[in-house]
């Protein structure tokens, strides 16, 4: 696996967010209620300002119906599918690991991400940011929306 991984495009995110928007004939103020967050929030997204966490990620994809890799440009197409509630990382981290049949101590060097990051995901200590997933993605040679366990497959 090479050392040169997909860095997250604000620019990306924010057009198809703002797209989304669009076509929906929904305005920022009215996604930040239905979502639940400030409308500072959602301008500072679709002006490509800020990305947002995992949850709000999470969170956008499902009100609009589509894939966390749709949304931040890691896939061009928008697959319409059946969508599952997101388990806790330190849950879904054995699965994944399990599923691929790979150590935690490989993914960590594959992924570059240091062994006490994964010590602190596998704890519940903290959560991995979407960088950090999407690595782990792309290691894997999966979705996003898989490796946080909103799809199957």
């Not at 966490?53 to 890691?74: N, R, S």
């Not at 928008?78 to 150590?103: D, E, M, V």
């Not at 006490?116 to 960088?131: D, K, M, V």
Request: charged share 20%; net charge positive; proline share 5%.
């Amino acid at each position: 696996m090479s050392d040169i991984f997909y860095c997250i495009n604000l620019s990306v995110f924010a057009e198809r967010l703002s797209e989304l928007l669009f076509e929906t004939n929904l305005n920022p103020p009215k996604l930040s209620k239905i979502i639940g967050c400030g409308r500072a929030t959602i301008n500072r997204y679709t002006l490509g300002n800020k990305m947002p966490t995992v949850d709000m990620l999470v969170k956008i994809a499902d009100y609009f119906q589509c894939t966390t890799d749709y949304l931040l440009g890691l896939e061009d197409e928008n697959y319409s599918q059946t969508f599952n509630a997101c388990p806790p990382f330190k849950i879904r981290l054995p699965q994944l690991l399990n599923h691929y049949g790979i150590t935690r101590y490989k993914l960590q060097k594959e992924s570059g991400i240091s062994e006490s990051t994964f010590y602190y995901w596998a704890n519940g200590i903290t959560t991995p940011t979407l960088e950090k997933l999407v690595k782990i993605a792309q290691v894997l040679k999966c979705t996003l929306d898989f490796v946080i366990g909103r799809t199957k497959s």
